[in-house]
């Protein structure tokens, strides 16, 4: 009964709010962000070495910048973070991921995930098209690459290649022709971090 109250009461939250505004790239790529004015929620299951947290992440897009919420299943917040153009803020962490590389993997996560270049307008270059699926990588500070089926517009696979061998993946899975993805999938080759995402809202 706790969580479902949390749960709606930050649906409430999230679609009463509003500081959105449609972003699409240079070259016509759009966010999932962008159509979700209201905000986010998923059923989120983290794993990042020795430690697993589970509950909800709260994603909620702003005039500037896109906040991000980790709540446990019982409400605390995990992590709180505004991701910027150029730069994460952090709003809170627990104690013990209070880390300088943890923190910089995160933002390059979650810039990835959110598919934060696109939202912020970044500058795109298709780099393949054809079987109706594009390539493109957004140039700047994300560097990241997404796969597009160009027939529904969703963008169904993001990469980014981290130092060496490392690389980065996210899986976007959805539901008909729903332009929200109901599941993102984010892994790492060469460090023990997953995260996935199940729709709730």
């Known amino acids: 009964m706790l969580r479902f109250l949390s749960i709606s009461v930050l649906v409430v939250l999230l679609t009463a709010c509003s500081g959105y505004r ?78 300088k590389v943890f923190m910089a993997q995160m933002e390059y996560d979650l810039r990835l995930l959110l598919q934060a270049g696109i939202y912020h307008q970044g500058k795109a270059k298709l780099m393949k098209s054809e079987r109706g699926n594009a390539k493109y990588k957004i140039k700047g500070r994300d560097n990241n690459i997404f796969f597009v089926n160009q027939t529904s517009g969703q963008i169904e696979r993001g990469f980014r290649r981290g130092i060496g061998y490392e690389k980065v993946e996210v899986a976007y899975d959805y539901e008909g022709q729903n332009s929200v993805p109901h599941t993102m999938t984010l892994t790492h080759n060469m460090i023990d971090i997953k995260l996935r995402l199940s729709l709730l809202n």
């Open 22 to 99: 449609h972003l699409t790239s240079d070259a016509g790529l759009e966010s999932f962000l962008s159509r979700s004015p209201g905000g986010l929620v998923y059923k989120s299951g983290f794993n990042f070495k020795a430690y697993y947290f589970s509950g909800i992440m709260v994603i909620k897009p702003e005039e500037e910048s896109i906040r991000i919420q980790f709540l446990s299943e019982l409400g605390p917040t995990i992590m709180d973070f505004r991701l910027l153009k150029d730069k994460m803020e952090v709003i809170k962490m627990i104690e013990s991921l209070q880390k």
